[in-house]
């Protein structure tokens, strides 16, 4: 089931939204690529995590 913006999974709702729409975009590849759900989304959290690291995003809403 590919995800937007506005549907994606839980474990992203803590993520600001730069890092959690490039999780969105990588899982979405990853699902086209044949990957499972749960594989995509672990895959694309740790990738978005890396890529907003690599330009100075803040990863986490505050608290979190």
């Known amino acids: 089931m590919p995800w937007d913006k506005d549907d994606y999974p839980d474990s992203l709702k ?21 990957y499972s759900e749960g594989r995509a989304i672990s895959i694309a959290t740790a990738k978005a995590k890396e890529w907003g690291e690599n330009h100075d995003k803040q990863i986490r809403k505050k608290g979190h």
Do not use: Q, S, T, Y
């Not at 803590?14 to 086209?32: C, G, Q, S, T, W």
């Open 14 to 34: 803590n993520f600001m939204a730069p890092v959690r729409n490039k999780a969105i975009d990588i899982a979405n590849e990853l699902l086209k690529d044949g």
